[in-house]
């Protein structure tokens, strides 16, 4: 099984600040890694998909990189939205698996 | 619009069996693989199992594997999992959700979740 080991735990930031999320895999994923973002009280969302690829409707400020075992998702500049917990997940084996989050809370 | 809507949670002991739905609408059900994901209270998202388009694959955690069992009836826009032996560590949020079609090709990721149904396993 491939674990994704998610950095920080938690950053705090405040609202116009960049946000740097990192996700490490244990062994190379190729690109197959996607983001998710979840806000408290509601179902995950997609964001990126194959490291760096928007999904439908998602702002331009959101951005993915990375390949092999380590990805980042940056936010240009944190709008008050986009406080919640981010998720990374691999579809380069099965089990498909998620990182264990990292909230990114108000400063 | 798009929606999955997911029932059959509930309280449960433990080595009792649940069966769970989802019914879709508002898209070509037959047309994509489908997922189980579950998010224990206040932890974060697990995989639990897919079923491709017309049935014919299925794949499973191994935290479930042998336990659950994922179906659908495209005849009915339904998904289902039969969860039986439960545990205690299987209460969780569950969710149902599509996997990610393009235009050219179906990615294993989600982009259409239901609100999820909640299972607690309690003696």
């Known amino acids: 099984e491939i674990v994704l080991t998610q950095s920080p735990a938690t950053l705090s930031l405040s609202p116009g600040e960049r946000a740097t999320l990192s996700c490490r895999a244990s062994q190379s994923i190729s690109s197959y890694l996607a983001w998710y973002q979840q806000k408290p009280g509601q179902v995950p969302s997609l964001l990126i998909y194959d490291a760096s690829n928007r999904a439908t409707g998602i702002p331009a400020r959101f951005s993915g990189s990375g390949s092999g075992t380590d990805f980042t998702l940056t936010i240009s500049s944190l709008e008050p939205e986009d406080f919640a917990v981010y998720y990374c997940q691999q579809r380069s084996n099965w089990p498909l698996t998620f990182g264990g989050g990292t909230k990114v809370e108000i400063k | 619009q798009v929606q999955l809507v997911e029932s059959g949670g509930g309280v449960v002991q433990p080595g009792r069996s649940l069966r769970l739905s989802c019914a879709a609408s508002?898209?070509?059900?037959?047309?994509?693989?489908m997922h189980w994901v579950r998010q224990a209270p206040g932890k974060g998202l697990e995989w639990v199992a897919v079923?491709?388009?017309?049935?014919?694959?299925?794949y499973y955690a191994d935290s479930v594997k042998g336990r659950f069992t994922i179906s659908r009836d495209n005849s009915k826009n339904m998904l289902y999992l039969q969860m039986n032996s439960l545990r205690t560590e299987d209460t969780a949020l569950y969710y149902c959700?599509?996997?990610?079609?393009?235009?050219?090709?179906?990615?294993?990721?989600?982009?259409?979740w239901g609100q999820g149904t909640v299972v607690t396993v309690s003696s």
């Open positions: 959700s599509r996997e990610y079609c393009s235009s050219s090709s179906c990615y294993a990721i989600f982009d259409i």
């Open positions: 079923i491709s388009y017309d049935g014919s694959n299925k």
């Open positions: 508002g898209f070509t059900f037959s047309s994509y693989a």
